[in-house]
């Protein structure tokens, strides 16, 4: 698969960015595990993914999809070098007192 790079910087993406919101709520960690080895297979080298995840956001799934991610690279330690890993952090939030426990960064 092509690869464009990334702003200005010296990192090279597929257009194809593997999203992972739905890890740990509706796709079990198996289940994840196998959709990032045939990502990673296929030749995407872009994974998705954000400290709230997975969606729906409630405290008992907040970080799982990390969780899930970080056991898959323990499991394919070669694959890290291979992938461009983007996160994203919640800010501060009446509505997700869970992240971070309601604190700041």
């Given at each position: 698969?092509?690869?464009?790079q ?73 694959a ?26």
């Amino acid at each position: 698969m092509n690869k464009v790079q990334l702003g200005s910087s010296d990192l090279h993406v597929t257009p194809i960015c593997l999203g992972t919101m739905t890890f740990g709520e509706q796709v079990d960690e198996k289940t994840s595990h196998a959709i990032l080895s045939r990502s990673l297979e296929r030749g995407v080298n872009f994974i998705d993914t954000a400290e709230m995840y997975s969606v729906p956001a409630r405290a008992e799934t907040c970080g799982s999809t990390e969780t899930i991610i970080g056991n898959w690279f323990a499991k394919n330690p070669s694959a890290r070098s291979k992938l461009v890993l983007a996160t994203k952090v919640a800010g501060p939030s009446r509505g997700m007192p869970w992240v971070r426990e309601g604190g700041g960064m």
